[in-house]
């Protein structure tokens, strides 16, 4: 597939959406939606990357003296590196150099300038930059003192074809647009790039998406249906973390797309029944009732916390506080088994147990109890494996109400699962706890899991950790079903 969506999508515009992809066919889970290829790919702000492998460096081109390039890089876009060659007497590098961000439009301006790429810079003025909805904000005046100035006070504004449109307010259009359409992408040290895809920016955001993105070694960005998509149908993906609860996503959507979330999840108070911004009642706690607060859109379009069962009522200002000292709780007790342990204790009397903040701390405690289990320096015992299989289980269920389709985290939660509970078995299978038929029946169980993780990350590039996951759970799922081959064969001998 090419750059172009798939037949069955098209782009299509209205003042509600503005651009936004629609199905014009009835499209399978797992098809694909889009390919493509970044048309600008910059760091994160504050980094400095090489212009060619995208590493880390405090080194320039020695030709251009601007771009940045490491020492394993000798040259870099000869138009660039000309264009810019061309500018090193008169124009005031130093000052861009101390200002890494202004890369970025630097690239930006190069793709009006140069002839082969002008097509795309019109493109991309068209993509939405909420300049006014940013106008004096705090993002305004950093990119400013980082972006603005720097760009406009170092003598390079002639040497660009752009009249008298090169002004702040045009340099502000740019930077939003970069702000609001650029994806997160993985760099070669596994931290944030972010990469502009003219066609995919097209896509719409649902919290409850029903398209996933995933980027390959090369930057270019899948799009693919996870669950079948009528015709007709808007097509979405997730421009922020699943795992957050709803004030959450929307904080972050607000301040960095600008709008304000009204999909399904966001809209239900129980957030599709997964209650990941739910607190315990503790009216209905102290009278054996499971009472659950929810927050609840009033007649006045206001909101309020509200108890499902009782009506007990709680201030948003209290809301707040708890979910502030929470936070610094979580903060404090990073890395530390024991003190995980103890917080989910005590929040599970004040906060659902599925709160996002509970399932925050339930995936550290897996992943400190996966070091632990892959570690060649421990010996874990079975409560290790027992802790760890509640934990999968709990994150899994979570998963499968607000990820119902094909999901990454639902798979490797899969896969986690899968591994910990085939090890549990085997070690009551040792204690004699378990007998051949009910360890084949265990293992069987395992093998579903496995296959089903596996057949989720098969849709995830091969070269990414999620592919390469995907083949390590294949190659234990061919494990597994031998083990359960032998034990079997043994069953039938002994039979």
Not at 226 to 253: A, F, M, P
Request: aromatic share 6%; charged share 30%.
């Amino acid at each position: 597939m090419t750059d172009e969506f798939n037949e069955k999508c098209k782009i299509v515009q209205n003042d509600t959406l503005g651009r936004y992809v629609r199905a014009c066919e009835n499209i399978k889970a797992g098809e694909p939606i889009l390919n493509e290829s970044p048309i600008l790919i910059i760091a994160c702000p504050g980094d400095k990357r090489c212009s060619n492998c995208f590493r880390l460096t405090q080194s320039y081109c020695s030709k251009c003296s601007i771009t940045p390039l490491c020492s394993n890089c000798r040259s870099h876009h000869l138009y660039d590196c000309n264009t810019f060659s061309l500018m090193s007497k008169e124009v005031q590098f130093e000052n861009l150099r101390k200002n890494p961000e202004c890369y970025g439009l630097l690239k930006l301006f190069l793709l009006k300038e140069n002839p082969d790429t002008e097509e795309y810079f019109a493109k991309i003025l068209n993509l939405e930059s909420h300049l006014e909805e940013r106008r004096n904000t705090a993002i305004w005046q950093e990119h400013n003192e980082k972006v603005v100035q720097p760009l406009l006070n170092c003598g390079m504004k002639e040497y660009f074809k752009y009249d008298d449109t090169l002004d702040e307010d045009f340099i502000q259009r740019l930077c939003g647009v970069l702000d609001v359409n650029t994806y997160e992408i993985r760099a070669p040290d596994q931290e944030a790039m972010r990469g502009l895809y003219l066609n995919t920016s097209s896509i719409t955001h649902q919290c409850n998406a029903n398209a996933n993105v995933a980027v390959d070694h090369q930057y270019r960005i899948k799009v693919y249906a996870n669950r079948d998509i009528g015709k007709d149908e808007t097509i979405s993906s997730c421009y922020t973390n699943v795992l957050l609860g709803t004030d959450e996503r929307r904080r972050i959507l607000q301040e960095g797309k600008y709008f304000h979330c009204t999909c399904n999840r966001c809209e239900d108070p129980t957030e599709l029944g997964s209650h990941m911004s739910s607190f315990v009642c503790t009216p209905c706690m102290t009278a054996n009732r499971n009472g659950i607060v929810v927050k609840k859109t009033t007649t006045e379009n206001k909101y309020k916390w509200e108890c499902l069962v009782c009506n007990h009522s709680m201030r948003d200002e209290q809301i707040k506080l708890i979910l502030e000292k929470a936070k610094e709780e979580i903060y404090h007790a990073r890395d530390d088994l024991k003190r995980y342990e103890i917080l989910l204790a005590k929040l599970s009397r004040i906060l659902h147990q599925n709160h996002y903040l509970m399932i925050d701390i339930k995936q550290s405690l897996a992943n400190i109890l996966r070091s632990i289990i892959t570690s060649s320096m421990q010996r874990p015992g079975r409560c290790v494996y027992e802790r760890k299989v509640r934990l999968c289980q709990e994150l899994v269920m979570v998963l499968h109400i607000i990820q119902p389709g094909i999901s990454r985290l639902k798979a490797i939660a899969l896969y986690e699962l899968a591994n910990a509970s085939a090890e549990l078995y085997r070690l009551k299978f040792g204690e004699k706890e378990l007998t051949d038929k009910e360890l084949v029946s265990m293992l069987q169980r395992c093998e579903a899991m496995l296959r089903e993780a596996a057949r989720m990350l098969l849709y995830e590039p091969v070269q990414t950790p999620e592919g390469e996951l995907a083949h390590a759970a294949m190659d234990e799922l061919r494990d597994m079903l031998n083990d359960i081959k032998l034990l079997k064969e043994k069953i039938d001998e002994d039979n």
